[in-house]
Each structure stands twice: as structure tokens, then as C-alpha cells.
């Protein structure tokens, strides 16, 4: 590959020889040639990775409708119009400080380690690493992350505190996180150029840790501080299901975010068109393309698990938890999703299934409330991703994706030793102790103030009739009682409802 | 085109003659620098059609999205959740069943002409002919079959059935009949590289034959051994329309099934970066690009003769029946997308929404009950996609996107003669018999085994009840009944309502 | 591009007499060199179909998001009718701009007013045209009947919207995507000489030419029917009529913006076109440019609209939220793709207050629009083409329209007022035009009865009377539904 773009016309003119002409003349014209056609592909690189990525970026952003939808339907429905409101403040107030601050603090190297410091209001872009259509990508990440925690502290919380957890999180805690595991200069970062972490770096593809778990325990310290729901808990403290408005919702958000889920992990590469042998049928497209089975795979296989499973606990099948189980399953791949087998992929969503079940027994056991299990999901299922990578990485996989680092180490069980499974431990705890100082304090100040939680009158009410000017349904029709027919609404019967 | 591919040092070298100092190394300089810009196209090609065929497969996905919604929107409220599980469930049983065999028997060549036998579980994946990519899309193709089939038996099929007959479906019945049509080792393949079926073979390009029949069929096997919902036909024999519960979820399926079916079709060509004539601006991007226009053009007359036809009919202007027959339109243009003009895609639109309508008419007679309509829709308006094709088949696009057999048959109408026609008359002949004797016997034993049909009580009562641990709806709060406080439906008052 | 052309003439003299076959040498290789250009031209074409087929697609994805929108912001009683009418934008307006509109608006060569080739797609594909750019005209004509569509929802008859679905897709649209977008239009920005005040119109994706168009259809199809019943009360206060399903409104709302990806960056229509060959900077940057451009305006214009409607009304609302995103967006269409970044948040933050203020002002005069469609898309678009006037850059405008150095750009980046000139009168003239034609056409449907329904199917509900029956049932029992049905 690279012959053909160092045409070198004394080489090619002394080739040619005395005889010739005009040998300096030919071999210049000939090489001129050659370097128009290099240009050329230059420019073709750029179109198609920018397409790749652009529409990457869309599918990722159509992820943030889907945790509408998916809260939205998980609530109760006085609240709908709240947790949609945060669902679409998020990708709002996100868009504004991650322009403004986070990129920066994210990808603003050269820098140290720890915290970027260019492209403050996206200033000086494009360069040649970081074109607009990079930061549209990392954009649609980090407001999943602020997604991830507003299901975990829905329905009790004042709308204020979202806005201020939300572009905090989305504006710095989760831009510094990114920096350390994907910018080239993060701390342990696995592209890292200097020093590697353990001579390895972590492998964290599409992130599990630093979006889920981040967005994870976010939550769970939002939630923890302010406590369960009004119900979810009776005198005798046996939990009490409370179940979300509309199943359909939850369908229809799960399926939106299967869908996005092919933006998150394939779309990480960022780039599509890199040969590893210039010519060959393999090359980083079959490496989007692996990516994009191991993340079906982990899905379908952590959702039949959970349906199962769930049908043995509970003797239902029910649909919700086949939903929560299967995103448990993307969840959990998408720290290794580009450099395990499609097989170790099953394993990966068959763990990450019984993961969140006994996440959620202990979730109920402490009597943690998280109205979409997202605390549980999100941070356990992430965290077992995260060990999972290090434990079935194959060695060619992480030389293609990580390429320039022969010899560097693998997963444990594919015989690459431990020193990936020491980073990714790393990882974990760096994860828990940094969100832990940043958004627990938060939360914490805001309970402090009395700005977290909404007043018991609220609650039972809902929000949507105090705070978001009324119900988010009116299937009655004023028309109706006009017309003097009383509808009679039948109700669920509590008494054959599950757990 | 296939000059550049073939830079000969040696013929260069004779043109540079002896005077040339080395004229040896000169056009070796030269010949290297071509196949390394060769190889780059190489590179390049790969990278555009995968990222073609992701993106396709991705909105291929996006309809089992659809078609969850529609079923959904489609069935009674109780019965809600018991269809979206049986959704995610064909794409997630289809998922691992696919990986395991489906796909293995659909393309696993070289192979006989009956059914496939390499790549089981992925192995030795990719090769050549077959990356991730074409895997990922051939699933989605598979559980969209699968989908089709759970319309047909809804809101009256034991969950166990679905799972049986869901797995039969995508990891074998369907397989097989992908691997008649498509796989290059098909008996009817119209790639064939040996004997085409009547020197044609079938031209079911995206599947109205090979997806749509398979599914529809086998809905009707289903449907008609488990007999029509209670209350489909009163005692006077009279059909009782059993409405969906929700029409919003209805369009909203259907926009979706649309949105995907552009990754269906066009998505079909599996590559998009092969030029007809090397340097033209016609070649397979236009042939994409008419073929997502055809299928439009269907969609919409279909969609359009439904509407007036059954405003005559029944004097509504009726939303979910337009619906329908915009679908009917899609399933019929699926097999000739490619290879018609599009004025006659208006004429496949406008036929299929006719036979649609007939379909239905006979299938109250007959006292069939399919709470989608999916028998008469994919099946019916699939069998007459088939033949369409077989009559409007236009030559010049059947050589283009079926090159390299010059002089083969196109449609009747087009002057082509009668041997596509005959092919195709065959192919839906032997579909219909593949599909009889395998769903039909395994629906009939499960009938036996009382494994199909939930019980009476079971029925009236919703299966979401009985089955799912509670309805998909909970508008009003149950929380607050248990806590004893009995809420009164607040109405949103309009004058404190902003506008 | 010019350098990949090899000349045998030029090379074989370099060659010279001793060279043994000079000409055959020179011949080999800039053969070579042919076949690699082809083979560019190959990818060119692949790579740019590919990325309009799929912004294509998501502009379509769009057309679900208003169908949702729609249905979520009317009430329960008129869902059925909502839908069906978005849907059959979709169709009829496919089969009409297959017809005739796609000739109207880019059949050249042609005069600036009206298109007259490839009527019915014949002589398609030319190497202008591709059958993908039709798609893409196409999603975008049926996004212009949606938008008036919502104007006039809960009251009007299905046979008026057919009616004028069928003539806005194929015709009046068409006609203003002719004078703007076409290279024969007369106000057109890509034309090769005579450019309006020397600069053209530019509007990039529509804010004028599909957004004010809808906009103003409504706002006559609205103001010729009147208010829904109950909107103003006896003392002429305004009641809000909520729609019924808060969820649909957000869930269209995100589709809308999902497909707006399509819409605004989009509309490039290419993306392999380097400005330098070369170099990491070409048109792939300017897509993504415009991508960002988008999402700051709606995210802006969104936040706006949370804080000031807390203000005025002391609630956070979100179906005003969505609204106010949709408003940023639709300004910043015109002007998403020649705008920096931080001239975007200025969008977005103005015209969240247009809207407030359009809104207030049609509470004034007791308009209705349901969907507050004439106000968004009317107002909000017409604050986008003076927007674009005011904020374009001089480097962005000449990489976007390339080829007329010196021409005009954005009046406060200091390009002179001879692009403002341009967009005022794009307003006037799509005003005018609307007006001309629409006005009639909604005000004879009027008279000949044909627009509004009667006062009792609205009061019981148009899916009752006209679609076959309510678009919901959450009660079970088939029989009560049909006695329930009876006695309405």
C-alpha cells in the first residue's frame, strides 16, 4: 500500500536511464500521476469513514428515543410527562455543554492524562484526528450516559435536580472518564502511544465501563440518596411491584435501542475503510461486521436466558423482563464486542442475564429502588462486561484493533495472561471511586438542600398534574361525557399481578 | 477496468526496449505501483458494500421493530404482551438458531442443491464470498419470516408453541427455501453457474417468494389447524371484527415496516459499488436507487387502490386497512423490484391491493380467522409478486443485475417468452408444498399434543393475564388502591392549562 | 482530477526515439491510469448514492415522526383520521411527484419558473439525475404536505385532504423547489449566471422552500375554516384542547429529529467531493459541520422554550419543549450548512422566542392550529432565511456554492446586504405564491362545503363518523364497543 503513494521519480528516472530522452521529465510525469491517484484515495477514505460514521452516529442518537420510550413505559403513568421531559432535556442540555466543555475535557489533547484542554466550543475543529462529524458521535455517547441515570431515580425526583446532575454528568464527569479509556492521551487508555497500563491498557471498545457503568452509578447514588418510591416497599418491607403504564412503550424502546446498539459497538471503529492487508477480503469491515453479530448474539442469548430463568423464578413469561434481560446482554458486550468470538459472546450474554437477576434480588433484599433496574443493569452488567473482556479477548482481534503493540496481552482464558484482567480491575475501581467522589457529593448536596427529592404530596399525585401541567393521556374524551355515556374502565386485577 | 488490474511488467518492459538503462525494473516500478493502487480499490470496495450492507441490515432489522408493533397494535389490549414477547423472542430464538444451522443450510457451499452444509456456527467465516455483514443480513431477513408467521396465529397460541415452531422456522423450514433460490449451489437459483431451472432459474430477488410465502404459508397451516378466536364468527356464522386495540401502534409498525423494507429491497444487491460499464455514471447505484423507487411506487398504489376500494366496500375511510394494503403492495414487489420499470411497479401496487382485498373475502368464507391478515397478505400478494415478476420482467435490467448468462428469458409481457413464468410458477408450487409438509405436520402434531391452543378460559380472559403476570396497560395508578386511598381521575383543567 | 487525465502525446516524447516502442509504452501506461480514473469515478458514484439513499431514508423515517406527532397532539376521538391523512401524504404524494412533481421542479433544461422533463421518471437516469436524488425530492415533498396537514387537523374533511395533498405535492411545491434549488430557478444560488442581487437564495434544506410552504398552506387551510369547537370559549378566552397521548408527541418528536440528519446534512447530496484533494478537509467535514449545526440549534432552541414557558406558564412542559426543538430546527435548516457552530445557538435561542411569540399572537386573533404548524413551521422557517442572511460566512458560503468568487454571504459576518436582499424577497415570493394558490383552493373547498366537517361529527369525533370506529380499545368486550358505537 504504501509503494504506491512514494512514487519516487529519481528512482524511476534512473531506472529509465541516459538513453531516454527525457528520463527526469517521464518518471516526474509518471509519478505525478501516481500522486494524484494517492490524493484521491485520501479523499475517498475521508467520504466513506465520514458516512460510516455520520450514520453511526444517527443510529446512536436514535438510542436516546429509545430510553424515552423505554422510560417512559416503565413508569407509572402520572409521571410520564416528567421522565420524557428528562429524557429530551438530556439530549438538549447535553448537546449545548458537551459543545462547549466536554468534548474538550474528552478528546482535547495533546494533554495529560487525566483531563483534555482544547476544542472548547468545538474551536479549531477539524483537525486531521477529530473531524465535526467525530464529535456528533461522541455527543449521542455521553447523553447515554445521562440517559442511563434518569431511569434509575425517575419518578420522586424534582426536575431541577435533572438538570443539574444531567449537565454535570454530561459536561464533565463522564466527558474525564472517556479521557482516560479513548483519548490517545488518557492514562489507560489502550492507544495509548507511551506508557500502556500494565503494558496493556484497557480494552473497553464501546463502553461498557466508562458509558454504562458510569451512567450506572450515577444512578444507583441518586437513587440510593433519595430512597425507594412511596409503595415499593410495605410495612412488612416485601417489595411491591409497581408496574409501568404501557408495555408496549418498553417493547418499542428495547427494540429502539437494539437498534442503536448497532451505531454504539460497530460504529466505535469509527473508521471502515482500513485494510490489515491492503487487497484481501479481510480487513476492518469484517471486524464491524464480527462486531455487529457478537453484540446480536450477547443480546439474543441473555434474553432467552432471562426468559427462562424468569419463567422458573416467577412462573411468567414475561415480556418487560425479556426486554431488560436482552439490553442486560448489550450492555455487558459492549466493552469486548470487537475482540471476542461470536462463541464467547454467548457466554458473555448467558452471564450477563443472571447477572441482572441476581443484581435485582439484591437490589430488592437491600431495598434499593431503581423504577428501570438501570443501577443494576447498566453498572452490574457493565461491570461484568468489563471482566469478561479480559478474560476472552483473542489475541488477533486485539492486534487488529490495537495494532503497533505486538506481544501485548490478552484475555486470561484465550492464554494472553492477567495483566488485561489487572487493567480492566483497574478500571472497575477507578470507575466506582471517581463517580463515587463526583455525583455522590452531588446528590448529596442536592438531598441537602432539598432539591432532590419531590414532597410526598407530589408523588402520590404524580408529576405530571403538579409540575408538567397535566396527565401525559386523555383517552376520554370531553366529547364523550357530553354525550352522557359513562365508560367504564376495567382494571388489572392486583391480585393475579406477579412480582 | 480490467486493465488497470493488469499491469504486465513484462509487456512494459518490451515496450521500454533494451536502450532503457533497466527497463526490466523500470516496469516493475511502474506494474507495482498499479497493483498496489489495484489492491486499494480492493480495500475500498469492501469497505463501501459493507458498509452498504450494515446499514441495510440494519434497517432490515428495524422490522421486526415494525412488525412487533403492528401485531401489537393489531391484537386485543389483553393479549398485548403475549405477542411483542413472541416479537422479540423471533428475533432473539432466530438470532442464536440462525448462527447455529440457519445459515449453514441457507449458504453453506459448496454444497448440493437442496440445502447447505458448511459454516455451522460461523465457522471459517469470512471467506471470500461471505463476511460477518452477509450473515447479519440474512438473519434479519430470517426472523422477519418468522415474524410474519405469529400475525397468523395470534392471541390464541400457547407460548410453547411459539418458541417450537419460531426455531423450526429460522433454523431450518426457511434456510432450505433461501438455499433453493439464492445460494449460487440452488436448485433454482438464478445464479446458478450450472443448469438454470428452464435455462432461468427464479428471480425472487428480495423474497416475496422466499420470505413472504414461506411465513405467510406457514401462518396459514398454523391458523387453520387452531380454528378461528372465539367470538371471530357469531352463531349465524356472520364474521365479527375483532379490532385491535390500538390503531397508533398500527401506523406506526407500518411507517416502520416501510423505513426497513428500503434495507429489504434495495438492500438486496448486497453491493453497491459494482459499475455496469466502468466510468459511466449508470451502474448498480442507479439500479439501488429504482429499485427503492419501484417499491415505493408499489407501497403507494396499493396503499391509495385499498383506500378507494374500500371506501366503496364499507364506506370508511379506514386507517388499519389502508395500512394493510400498503404492506400487500411491499410484500408483492418484493421479487421484481430490481428488474422492473417503475410504471410497473404502479401495476404490481394496484393488483396486489386487489388481491389482498379478494384474499380477505375469501377468508371469511371460508371462516378462516388471521388476526393480521399476515396468510392472505404475505401469502396471497407474495404469490402474486412472483408471478409479476415472471410477467413484467424487463430484459435489460434482468441481464444487469443477473449478468453473465446473455440471452436468458425476461417477462411474458416484456416479449421474453414463458420460461421465467414457468420458473416461477414452479417456485411457488414447491414452496407451497416444502412449506405444507414441514410447518404443516409440525403444527398438526403440536395441535395433538394439546401444545397450540391455549384453553377457553384462557382466551377470554387474555393470555396477558393468565400467562404474562398482567395486562400491558396500567393508565390508572393500582399502588394507591392498595394503599387504600381511592383516587379520583383528575381531569387536567383547561383554564389552568397553558396553550 | 485534471492531473489522473494521462496524455500518451505528452509522455511518449518524454520517452523518446531510443526507447523502443515510446508510443506503446506511453499508451500502456496512461491506459493504466484511465481505468484507475474510471474505476474513481465508480466510487465516487457508489459511495455518494449510498450516502443519499440513506439520508433518503431517514427523511422519510420522518414522515412517521409527524404521523406520531400528529396523533399524540389531537385528541383520542380524531386519531384514526390523523394518521390516515399522514399516511396518504406518503402514497398519493409518492404517485403525484412520480407524475408530474419531480418534472416541475427539476426537469431541466427548462425557464426559471417551471421544470418540463422526466415526467413519470422517464429518461431516468440522466448523469444529473439518479433515480436516489428522486427519492430523496420525493420524502422531502411529502414532509411539505405533512407539515399543513397538522394546520388543519380535528376539523376538516378527508376529501380536502386529499385534494390538497395531491395539488401541494404536485404542484405548488414543486414549482418553489424549481425557483430555488434547480439550476434554472430564478432565484437560485447554484445557477451559473445572472444570480438574484449577485448572491442567489440560499436555502440550503428548505427552511423557505418546504417549511414555509407548509406552514403558509396551513395557516390558510386553518384561517379560512376557523377554530375548532371549544378552542375559544364565549368570552373568546383560549382553551387548550390537549392532544391525547403525550408519548406519541415525544416519540414523533425524536423521529423528527432522527430523520432532520437526513434532511439538513442530507441535502448535500454528495459527500466524496474533496475542496482540496488530499487533504482531511472537504465536503465529509461540511456534512458533519451541518450535522452539528442541527443539533446545537434544536438543543438551544429547546432549552430556550423549558425556562421561558416555566416563566409564563410555571410549568415544565414537554410537549412546548418538543414543539420549541422543532422550531430550532426548522429555522436552521435554511442555514445549517454556511453557519459556524456558535451562529447556530443563536438560531435556536431566537427561534424558540418567534414561536412563544407567533403563539401568543394567534391566541390574539383566535387562529387555531392544532399542531401549531403555521406559527413553527411558518414562523420559525421565515426566522431561519433572515437568520441565514445575517450569520453566513464568507469560507463556508464559497465552499458550499463554489465557483462565483466574491459573492455575497451574511450581512453581520460583513458580506454586504446583497444576500438579505435575496432571502427577503424568498419570503415575499413563497408568501405570495401560497397565497395565490392555496388561498383559493382551500377557500372553493370551502365553498363548495368540502373543508370543514359538521358539528356533530366533531363534537362525537371523526374516526366515529367517517374511519370505522375509535382508534382505541382497552376494554375487551367486542359487543359493547359495537352497542357504544351505535348509540353515538
Not at 475501581?429 to 455525583?439: D, E
Amino acid at each position: 500500500m504504501a509503494a504506491a503513494m512514494s512514487c519516487s521519480p529519481d528512482q524511476l528516472a534512473s531506472f529509465f536511464g541516459p538513453n531516454t530522452t527525457n528520463a527526469a521529465a517521464a518518471a516526474d510525469y509518471i509519478c505525478t500521476q501516481f500522486s494524484a491517484v494517492s490524493d484521491k484515495f485520501v479523499d475517498t477514505s475521508f467520504a466513506v469513514d465520514s458516512t460510516y460514521l455520520l450514520f453511526s452516529a444517527y443510529l446512536v442518537f436514535s438510542m436516546q428515543l429509545g430510553f424515552a420510550m423505554l422510560c417512559a413505559g416503565s413508569v407509572r403513568a402520572k409521571n410520564t410527562m416528567n421522565i420524557m421531559l428528562t429524557n429530551v432535556l438530556d439530549a438538549a442540555a447535553g448537546g449545548l455543554f458537551y459543545y462547549l466543555f466536554g468534548f474538550a475535557f474528552a478528546f482535547g489533547g495533546p494533554s495529560n492524562g487525566f483531563i483534555g484542554k482544547h476544542f472548547f466550543g468545538l474551536k479549531d475543529v477539524p483537525t486531521a484526528a477529530f473531524d465535526y462529524s467525530y464529535f456528533l458521535y461522541q455527543w449521542a455517547f455521553a447523553i447515554a450516559a445521562a440517559g442511563i441515570t434518569s431511569g434509575s431515580i425517575a419518578e420522586r425526583t424534582q426536575f431541577v435536580a435533572y438538570l443539574i446532575y444531567s449537565s454535570f454528568l454530561t459536561g464533565f464527569v463522564y466527558p474525564v472518564v472517556s479521557h482516560w479509556f479513548w483519548s490517545p492521551d488518557g492514562w489507560a487508555s489502550a492507544t495509548n502511544t507511551g506508557n500502556l497500563l500494565f503494558g496493556s491498557g484497557v480494552i473497553d471498545f464501546a463502553g461498557s465501563g466508562v458509558v454504562h457503568m458510569v451512567g450506572g452509578i450515577a444512578g444507583l447514588y441518586g437513587a440510593l440518596i433519595e430512597g425507594p418510591r412511596i409503595g415499593r416497599f410495605d410495612h412488612s418491607g416485601r417489595a411491591i411491584t409497581l408496574r409501568g403504564h404501557s408495555a408496549s412503550l418498553v417493547v418499542l424502546g428495547t427494540f429502539l435501542l437494539w437498534f442503536g446498539w448497532y451505531g454504539f459497538n460497530p460504529g466505535s471503529f469509527t473508521k471502515i475503510l482500513s485494510p490489515y492487508v491492503s487487497g484481501s477480503y479481510y480487513g476492518q469491515w469484517s471486524a464491524v461486521g464480527r462486531t455487529a453479530v457478537t453484540t446480536t448474539l450477547a443480546g439474543c442469548t441473555a434474553a432467552l436466558t432471562t426468559l427462562f430463568g424468569k419463567r422458573i423464578l416467577s412462573g411468567h413469561w414475561n415480556v418487560t423482563d425479556v426486554c431488560n434481560g436482552l439490553l442486560g446482554g448489550f450492555a455487558a458486550i459492549t466493552a469486548g464486542c470487537s475482540v471476542v468470538e461470536p462463541w464467547a459472546a454467548v457466554v458473555c450474554g448467558f452471564v450477563a442475564a443472571l447477572v441482572l437477576i441476581g443484581c435485582n434480588r439484591v437490589a430488592e433484599r437491600v431495598k434499593f429502588d431503581d423504577p428501570l433496574e438501570a443501577a443494576q443493569l447498566h453498572g452490574g452488567c457493565g461491570a461484568w462486561g468489563v471482566v469478561f473482556t479480559a478474560l476472552f479477548a483473542t489475541e488477533k482481534y486485539v492486534n487488529e484493533v490495537y495494532p503497533g503493540k505486538p506481544g501485548r496481552p490478552y484475555g486470561l482464558f484465550m492464554g494472553g495472561g492477567g495483566r488485561l484482567l489487572a487493567a480492566h480491575l483497574i478500571q472497575i475501581l477507578v470507575i466506582i471511586g471517581w463517580v463515587s467522589v463526583t455525583m455522590g457529593p452531588l446528590f448529596f448536596g442536592l438531598h441537602k438542600m432539598n432539591l432532590l427529592r419531590i414532597s410526598e404530596d407530589d408523588e402520590l399525585a404524580g408529576m405530571d398534574m403538579t409540575r408538567h401541567g397535566g396527565f401525559a393521556y386523555v383517552y376520554e374524551d370531553e366529547a364523550h361525557k357530553h354525550n352522557g355515556i359513562q365508560m367504564r374502565r376495567v382494571e388489572p386485577n392486583p391480585n393475579t399481578t406477579p412480582s
